[in-house]
């Protein structure tokens, strides 16, 4: 379909074919997705028993309706993602600045994080297994970055730490 220069006067139709085409990915139309139920067809029913198809004309024109009717005062200032009244004057923070540190590569041009050192031991108890752990500081990296790793993998693969 050419809708030519004035394409975006038919968005509302290519909303509505895209909303309404099923999709084979999530096995639904993503109206369905969204809203649990099937999308209307575009069939316009005046009363009981009696339907008129609806063409690209009908939905142009309630859409046009749908245009003119003003917004209250109140909703004039609604953003789609978050409300004005939720914005706040950013305070600079030294915390908040990022020291970029050089990594160093290997030959093949790989980056392999090697641990520094032991912070602490502990027993994960399940219910009738105990799983014993390690928490690592790794190269270049602070002691709150710190992980728990099974202590068997660590042992395997790094026997100078423990």
């Known amino acids: 379909m050419d809708f030519g220069p004035a394409w975006h006067d038919h968005l509302a139709l290519v909303e509505f074919a895209y909303n309404s085409s099923y999709h084979s990915n999530i096995g639904m139309t993503p109206f369905e997705a969204l809203y649990g139920r099937r999308c209307r067809s575009p069939l316009f029913w005046?009363?009981?028993?009696?339907?008129?198809?609806?063409?690209p004309q009908m939905i142009q024109q309630r859409t046009d309706a749908v245009e003119m009717i003003p917004l209250p005062p109140y909703l004039s200032s609604i953003h789609d993602v978050f409300h004005v009244s939720l914005l706040r004057q950013y305070v600079a923070d030294e915390s908040h600045i990022l020291h970029l540190t050089e990594v160093q590569l290997d030959q093949d041009l790989s980056y392999v994080e090697r641990p520094l050192r032991i912070l602490d031991?502990?027993?994960?108890m399940l219910r009738n297994k105990s799983i014993p752990l390690v928490m690592v500081q790794w190269q270049r990296r602070g002691t709150e970055e710190a992980t728990?790793?099974?202590?068997?993998?660590?042992r395997a693969?790094?026997?100078e730490l423990i």
């Open 148 to 154: 728990w790793e099974l202590e068997s993998r660590m």
């Open 46 to 55: 005046d009363k009981v028993g009696e339907r008129q198809v609806e063409g």
């Open 121 to 124: 031991r502990k027993d994960k």
């Open 157 to 159: 693969e790094h026997p």
